[in-house]
T-cell receptor, first 115, second 117 residues
Framework: DAGVTQSPTHLIKTRGQQVTLRCSPK?????VSWYQQALGQGPQFIFQ???????QRGNFPDRFSGHQFPNYSSELNVNALLLGDSALYLCASSLFGGVSIDEQYFGPGTRLTVT | DAKTTQPTSMDCAEGRAANLPCNHSTISGNEYVYWYRQIHSQGPQYIIHGLKNNETNEMASLIITEDRKSSTLILPHATLRDTAVYYCIVRVAPYYPVQSGSEKLVFGKGMKLTVNP
């Protein structure tokens, strides 16, 4: 049973560029959440997708956008990159509306470096 | 903002029990206590959760005080592989019918546990 997978593993971009990160949820999961983790900090919630719609959003600017596909995989897009966007980007999947209390499964993350 | 406070760091000897404290004095009646850990360069991993009763699984035990204002995660026999940052989180857990907005996790800075040989 494949867990949450993310690609690429590492990425280096220049200020002002745009980046797309990808996530495939754990088998059987239909909800994807994205988190940003700066060095030395805990992960911060960016947004969550279910049924191809953004359901919740954290305190992140519109430069951060996402998409969910019919197969439940998801993309995170960041436009006009800033140095401060350098971080580990984590994807977490879960089952929306499950009868039992669930837990979120995290992928290994994508390390983004903006120079 | 995170609703929990944890020590910044803690050391534990290999083979001994590791007791990780967490304060959550403003916890609401419908909020659960969740614990995750993050081993270096990996994504967070779910450990355990509880509402008001003590819980145990194959990874750890969770002891929640009667007033629910604090809890302790217990790793009964710590190993070197338990070295990680541990996050204590309180949140409303999803249930049927689903509450919108109940699934996101609000992480604090966590507590670094170092297990020494």
């Amino acid at each position: 049973d494949a867990g949450v997978t993310q690609s690429p593993t590492h990425l280096i971009k220049t200020r002002g560029q745009q980046v797309t990160l990808r996530c495939s949820p754990k088998s059987g999961h239909d909800t994807v959440s994205w988190y940003q983790q700066a060095l030395g900090q805990g992960p911060q919630f960016i947004f969550q997708y279910y049924e191809e719609e953004e359901r919740q959003r954290g305190n992140f600017p519109d430069r951060f956008s996402g998409h969910q596909f019919p197969n439940y995989s998801s993309e995170l897009n960041v436009n006009a990159l800033l140095l401060g966007d350098s971080a580990l980007y984590l994807c977490a999947s879960s089952l929306f509306g499950g009868v039992s209390i669930d837990e979120q499964y995290f992928g290994p993350g994508t390390r983004l470096t903006v120079t | 903002d995170a609703k929990t406070t944890q020590p910044t760091s803690m050391d534990c000897a290999e083979g001994r029990a590791a007791n990780l404290p967490c304060n959550h004095s403003t916890i609401s009646g419908n909020e659960y206590v969740y614990w995750y850990r993050q081993i270096h360069s990996q994504g967070p991993q779910y450990i355990i959760h509880g509402l008001k009763n003590n819980e145990t699984n194959e990874m750890a035990s969770l002891i929640i005080t009667e007033d629910r204002k604090s809890s302790t995660l217990i790793l009964p026999h710590a190993t070197l592989r338990d070295t990680a940052v541990y996050y204590c989180i309180v949140r409303v857990a999803p249930y049927y019918p689903v509450q919108s907005g109940s699934e996101k996790l609000v992480f604090g800075k966590g507590m670094k546990l170092t297990v020494n040989p």
